[in-house]
């Protein structure tokens, strides 16, 4: 199920039951479904929050608009890049391409640290919000479950970092293993040429 590579856990299936290969995949179908879904309500609370800006104007009151505005076109940009970039990691998991999985490990490892830097950006002005307007009281369930969520997001994120590490050293080992059985073969099929030329030279001396 597991072994260790040093520090690192190494897994040879994917949630203990599904292989690996196969279980990566279909996390892969189900982030495009989640990307999708999430790219268009961000791009929903964008648009709205455009039209509260054209509608009331700017004041001191629509500061956290503006938060909004901001945090969303962060997010329509994240989630459109994760959906392109797991397109790519399908390709290269059907194809068992180690070259498009690393692409994929790389860059996923960036999105990460670019939904934790969101996520407390979020957390944080949530709580300034809370605080200068006095709706701590009314606010702090919804705060907790959000931190709550996004705390879950990165836990995800990272087991499955771990699986595509783990699913690279399986194709980079096979590769290995591939390259010297065929030189193997071709090191066989040398000696066999040998001694057809040698039964060759002996025949004519009879």
């Not at 599904?18 to 999708?36: E, T």
């Not at 961000?42 to 901001?70: C, P, Q, W």
């Not at 836990?155 to 194709?171: D, G, H, N, P």
Request: glycine fraction near 4%.
């Amino acid at each position: 199920m597991m072994k260790m590579k040093g520090e690192i856990p190494v897994f040879r299936r994917c949630c203990f039951c599904l292989p690996l290969r196969y279980g990566l995949l279909a996390w892969g179908y189900f982030k495009m479904i989640a990307d999708v879904l999430l790219f268009s309500l961000m791009l929903y609370i964008f648009v709205d929050a455009l039209f509260m800006i054209s509608l009331y104007g700017s004041n001191g009151r629509m500061k956290h608009i503006y938060t909004e505005l901001v945090i969303s076109v962060i997010a329509v940009i994240l989630f459109f890049t994760d959906f392109i970039v797991t397109i790519v990691f399908i390709i290269g998991g059907h194809k068992k391409n180690v070259r498009l999985i690393q692409v994929f490990y790389f860059l996923s490892m960036g999105m990460w640290v670019a939904t934790f830097l969101l996520a407390s950006f979020t957390v944080i002005k949530t709580i300034e919000n809370m605080v200068s307007h006095n709706t701590v009281y009314f606010m702090l369930g919804q705060t907790v479950m959000a931190s709550c969520f996004y705390f879950v997001v990165l836990a995800v994120q990272t087991y499955f970092l771990l699986l595509l590490r783990s699913e690279i050293i399986k194709l980079r080992s096979i590769g290995e293993f591939r390259f010297v059985n065929n030189a193997a073969e071709a090191e066989c099929t040398m000696r066999c040429e040998k001694v057809v030329v040698a039964t060759e030279t002996v025949k004519p001396d009879n």
